[in-house]
């Protein structure tokens, strides 16, 4: 690779660091819906013409913005989980958890991109998948090495699951090797709750209700893992 070649892709590279760092400002502003390439490209002092070599459409650009959201959380879940004991199952739980948590407040507008509302017309490629999966692979670690040294005991407070539900089962099974389809369906259920209780705070609805939010977070997600069957 020539010198002159290197040269291009450091400056390619950090004018779309430029870029994306612009459109999450004002995705603070504007939403999501209202992104503008002319608008990032106006804050930066370009022609707008000139953006549209970096990012073709505002969709592409969207796309990148939610390929770095996903792949912040997943790092900020792998490095807290990967702090804790391995035989602290449920402290690598609740690891996980405080980390989706903390991510999320400390990047509001970003979370609201990956878990707020849909973006009218925008349509997720497939290059959101593996980014956006990374999370869900730490939990489901988490899940099966429970079942692997044996210290999973689900209690029996949740009805079996129907039977109707077992090709939704089938299709989370690779995400928890030798989970049974009621492991599966108690582990996405912990994990909706876990997101939709960061929903609940960081869109507003515990406004006025919910002061004490650190401690009743670490309540609620601390009985997800005994609804779990991992060990207290």
Same mark, same amino acid.
């Given at each position: 690779m020539s010198a002159s070649r290197t040269a291009r892709e450091r400056v390619r590279a950090e004018l779309i660091r430029e870029i994306t760092d612009i459109a999450r400002r004002h995705l603070a502003v504007d939403g999501a819906a209202g992104l503008s390439l002319r608008a990032v490209a106006r804050e930066m002092g370009m022609v707008s013409s000139a953006i549209y070599r970096y990012f073709p459409s505002r969709d592409d650009l969207l796309t990148a913005l939610i390929i770095d959201g996903y792949n912040a959380l997943g790092e900020a879940v792998e490095n807290a989980e990967a702090a804790c004991a391995r035989e602290d199952l449920t402290g690598r739980w609740l690891a996980v958890c405080r980390a989706v948590r903390e991510w999320g407040l400390a990047h509001p507008h970003e979370y609201a /991109? /990956?878990?707020?509302? =849909?973006? =009218?017309?925008?349509? *997720? =490629?497939?290059?959101?998948?593996?980014? *956006? *999966?990374r999370d869900i692979l730490v939990f489901g670690k988490i899940i099966a090495d429970a079942i692997a040294t044996g210290r999973l005991n689900p209690p029996a407070i949740l009805p079996e699951p129907p039977e109707i539900i077992s090709p939704d089962a089938e299709a989370v099974r690779g995400l928890i090797p030798g989970a049974s389809d009621d492991v599966i369906t108690r582990s996405v259920a912990a994990w909706t709750n876990l997101y939709g209780m960061v929903n609940f705070e960081l869109f507003g609805q515990f406004n006025n209700t919910i002061e004490h939010r650190a401690e009743f977070f670490d309540h609620v997600m601390t009985g997800l893992a005994r609804m779990l069957g991992l060990p207290t």
């Open positions: /991109l /990956l878990y707020g509302s =849909p973006v =009218p017309g925008y349509r *997720a =490629p497939e290059d959101t998948i593996a980014p *956006a *999966a």
